[in-house]
């Protein structure tokens, strides 16, 4: 046996045992139960509790042909993949020039060059607390730098698992949905680790390189993947981003992370069209550069470093809250029966909406009340009432003392909290 071997086997039992050391040491945090461990009535209390001062920012940062995703919240910054070692500078200048000075979390989704390459630069330049692996083993020369860095800083590195919860921040919901506990056979891409991220009403899914047969098993699963912002499988490819799984996902906007002039003809024309017919928005990185989605935990705007930028965009279950009902003559004298008039509004989305702050205006457009601290639960409606009573999970009340609505004809317009009109009635 030659030189060459014995440092390929070499290799080959470093990167094994060092992986199975990490999976013996737990996870990032504790593991939640598959059984109906995502149900979306779970986001109710982070969405009650959400302050709009706070943003949510994803950055699709472009490196090319390969992946690199840069999430902020609350003072604390997780990186999801660096793209290839000759993205590794870029990634770190973006990174400092975005304030950022540690990373509390760095994800490598699985250990293809194009995704961990740049990592390397990266440990190397900024501090980083800990590191979420697929624990895919994996005979390159890139992953064994990596690997071998994260030892040399002592960083502590976790396996992702599906079922994991990632408490960085209480009102900030990551979830780890792939891989599942049975890897799948021999391949990297499927094993991908898959998060999704849910501030407040909105959600993203990262999926890495992750194929019809991973999408397959999330579809299976118990965990909910409906979400605003889509991160396309492995970079457009045909192989990743079945109708079924778009159709479960409903993503608004869909970012594709792809290299112009590829060689790999990414992303498949199969997959913009999916994605087209599936009503979402497509942001490319080799279109648009880096691609920014911000978000309060209500709304959310993209914004674009090359081509148009994204106007602001309320997502689809904000869109379902709707005026359903208005009784706008109340029964008899309508200065002595102020509570027979009202204005119903219906939440007929899969999720809650907080709609504190918004308003409801009459046809003068003049507002009339505005919602306190308030959650819409998915299904649930509230009627409002002119007069004055004890507001509950199904009743507010205006405390007015004379009639608002125009007995003869009116309009009620409900406008969310940056005065955008969601539903009118008349």
Not at 150 to 157: G, L, N, R, V
Not at 226 to 255: I, M, N, R, W, Y
Not at 379 to 407: E, H, Q
């Amino acid at each position: 046996m030659g030189q060459g071997e014995v440092s390929v086997i070499a290799r080959v039992a470093f990167i094994i045992l060092f992986v199975i050391a990490a999976a013996l040491s737990g996870c990032v945090e504790n593991q939640a139960p598959q059984s109906n461990s995502v149900q979306k009535d779970d986001i109710s209390a982070i969405s009650h509790a959400a302050n709009p001062a706070d943003n949510l920012t994803v950055h699709f940062v472009d490196v090319g042909q390969g992946d690199s995703i840069l999430v902020q919240f609350a003072g604390k910054n997780i990186l999801v993949d660096g793209g290839e070692s000759d993205m590794g500078s870029r990634v770190v200048s973006y990174l400092k020039s975005h304030n950022v000075s540690s990373l509390d979390l760095v994800v490598s989704t699985h250990p293809h060059s194009d995704h961990i390459g740049g990592l390397v630069a990266v440990l190397k330049s900024i501090p980083v607390r800990q590191v979420l692996d697929s624990g895919e083993p994996h005979i390159s020369q890139t992953f064994e730098n990596f690997l071998t860095l994260i030892e040399q800083k002592d960083i502590p590195f976790k396996v992702a698992k599906r079922g994991q919860v990632i408490n960085l921040d209480p009102l900030l919901k990551i979830e780890v949905l792939n891989p599942p506990k049975a890897h799948f056979k021999d391949d990297l891409n499927d094993n991908s680790v898959v998060l999704r991220v849910t501030y407040g009403n909105v959600s993203f899914l990262l999926t890495g390189d992750a194929e019809k047969e991973a999408e397959n098993s999330l579809l299976s699963s118990n965990y909910g993947l409906d979400s605003d912002v889509l991160k396309v499988g492995h970079h457009g490819s045909s192989s990743s981003s079945t109708s079924a799984f778009l159709q479960v996902v409903s993503p608004e906007v869909s970012v594709i992370e792809v290299g112009k002039g590829n060689d790999y003809g990414h992303p498949s024309s199969a997959t913009l069209k999916a994605l087209k017919n599936a009503g979402s928005a497509v942001y490319r990185t080799d279109l648009n550069g880096n691609i920014v989605v911000t978000t309060d935990g209500t709304n959310y705007f993209v914004t674009v470093q090359k081509g148009t930028a994204a106007p602001i965009v309320t997502p689809t279950p904000t869109a379902l809250v709707s005026i359903s009902a208005t009784q706008f003559n109340a029964p008899g004298d309508d200065r002595a029966n102020l509570n027979g008039e009202w204005v119903r509004v219906t939440n007929s989305g899969l999720r809650p909406i907080v709609i504190a702050s918004w308003t409801l205006s009459d046809d003068s457009n003049q507002p009339v009340y505005e919602f306190p601290q308030f959650t819409l639960g998915s299904g649930a409606s509230v009627t409002v009432f002119t007069g004055k009573g004890r507001d509950s999970a199904d009743k507010l009340y205006m405390g007015r003392s004379s009639p608002i609505w125009n007995n003869d004809h009116d309009t009620a317009i409900l406008k969310d909290v940056n005065g955008r009109i969601v539903s009118q009635r008349s």
